[in-house]
């Protein structure tokens, strides 16, 4: 199964990790730990992302289309990555999260991620939005 590890990150941890007297820091502690995820067959995919400064939100709201800068939620953690975990099931993922060495400063979400979309009765949508593109 797969799952998403949803990585909040408090500013003063953004700040760090792109500061660049203090980046060598952030990443010794998290390198070794995707290492690990990567050498036991479980890290499907990972991306971080840029600052929340550089995020925008798009609504619509009584039909007027409304874009705003920054993120969409105002707290101290913001969402700072995406770990793409390919695990047996929640009881391991559930694992790979308690090591996660941001913890102590920031927040991990975990979330069973959708199946994939496939062109099959199960997922007719595929097929639509290939059609469409």
Same mark, same amino acid.
């Given at each position: 199964?797969?799952?998403?590890?949803?990585?909040?990150?408090?500013?003063?941890?953004?700040?760090?990790?792109?500061?660049?007297?203090?980046?060598?820091?952030?990443?010794?502690?998290?390198?070794?730990?995707?290492?690990?995820?990567?050498? &036991?067959? #479980?890290?499907?995919?990972?991306?971080?992302?840029? $600052?929340?400064?550089?995020? !925008?939100? =798009? *609504?619509?709201?009584?039909?007027?289309?409304?874009?705003?800068?920054?993120?969409?939620?105002?707290?101290?953690?913001?969402?700072?990555?995406?770990?793409?975990?390919?695990?047996?099931?929640?009881? &391991?993922? #559930?694992?790979?999260?308690?090591?996660?060495?941001? $913890?102590?400063?920031?927040? !991990?979400? =975990? *979330?069973?991620?959708?199946?994939?979309?496939?062109?099959?009765?199960?997922?007719?949508?595929?097929?639509?939005?290939?059609?469409?593109?």
């Amino acid at each position: 199964m797969q799952v998403s590890l949803l990585i909040y990150q408090s500013q003063g941890a953004f700040a760090e990790r792109d500061d660049p007297d203090r980046r060598a820091a952030f990443w010794a502690e998290r390198i070794p730990y995707y290492h690990a995820m990567r050498a &036991a067959g #479980v890290l499907a995919d990972a991306v971080g992302l840029q $600052l929340p400064a550089t995020a !925008v939100t =798009l *609504r619509v709201r009584n039909g007027q289309r409304i874009v705003e800068d920054g993120p969409y939620a105002d707290t101290k953690e913001q969402l700072g990555g995406v770990l793409i975990l390919d695990v047996p099931d929640l009881t &391991a993922a #559930v694992d790979w999260m308690w090591r996660f060495p941001g $913890l102590q400063t920031g927040v !991990v979400e =975990l *979330r069973p991620n959708l199946p994939a979309l496939a062109a099959s009765a199960t997922h007719p949508e595929k097929a639509d939005l290939e059609k469409a593109g």
